[in-house]
């Protein structure tokens, strides 16, 4: 109401709005309006697609028959923190039917990388939990070289890190045999490891594309700033800049 007394609107006001009138009884005529001068729809990262908006896209396509296509990828799907939407992204699998198209190969990592995600993720029959999103074997480029390299190179392109339950990191109340690693006490150290590691790797022969490695070649992924900001305490602490 105040909305409308101020006449003003946000951004999902133009969402639903917009969808309710697709939907009204001037439904089709507005969506020939609205695609007169489009012979074709491109709808890029759709996997953050919301269903008001595939609605929207939806009822567009039928009413006009223009062709759409959407183009995203499945397993970004999931990520609900950034605003994706999975069962739209099902939705809009189940409608395309056979019709849908994947990429078969990847272009930036190293052929013993992409052989590993092929391995991890083929592991397992529903990766993703839902049968709709599947894993696809993917294989390198044809020119694709390994660019890690040198006496001191990891063993494997994923390689796991696995912490032990110390005292240092377990609960007394987990009851004999069953120590449990508290979150708590894993903040406080696991940094550490992670700094110590990177610099184990800074310190070794390991090559990057042909030259020693450095820091910049070297990537931290936190879930928090917070995260962030530990493991980047520790590792100025070892002379390490980032």
Known sequence: RRKRETRTQGFDDLLHRFDAALAGAGG???ARRV???????LIDEFQDTDPVQYAIFRRLHEYTGMPLFLIGDPKQAIYGFRGADVFSYVDAARAAGTSGHTLGTNYRSDPSLVQAVNTLFEHTR???VLPEIRFHRVEPAP????????PGAPPAALTFL???CTEELASAKAG?????????RADAVLPRHVAGEITRLLDAEVTVAGEPIRPRHVAVLCRTNAQARAVQTELRALGVPT
């Open 176 to 184: 004999p045999g069953k120590p449990v690693i508290l979150k708590g």
């Open 143 to 150: 020119t694709a070289r390994e660019r890690i390299g040198g």
């Open 162 to 164: 696995v912490m032990p």
């Open 28 to 30: 089709k005529a507005l």
């Open 35 to 41: 695609t007169r001068s489009a012979k074709v729809a």
């Open 126 to 128: 529903d990766p993703f």
